[in-house]
């Protein structure tokens, strides 16, 4: 495995074992599911809510709480189990 699948490897693995997230940031477009990019710079794939509320919400802040989960079918990174959403307004930065 070379240095940076170790460091995704292991840093996902981290994410996993914190498991809860919580935050604010924009809803994606994604290949499979809608992400969030987070306003700290994480991004995650969603599922576990309306995902239709969320693919309608792209380009909107929203404010998420989840747990990471090891498995899904979303195709791009991690995946956030979304507990609780919120839309808060379109994203208005540049």
Known sequence: MSIAGYIIASTAALLVAAGAVSGEGVVLEGVECPRI??????EFSLVGADTGKLR???GHHIRVTGKIVPFSTCMQGLTLRV????????DARP
């Open 37 to 42: 990019r987070m306003d700290d710079g994480r």
């Open 56 to 58: 309608a919400a792209v």
């Open 83 to 90: 507990e609780t959403v919120q839309i808060l307004k379109p």
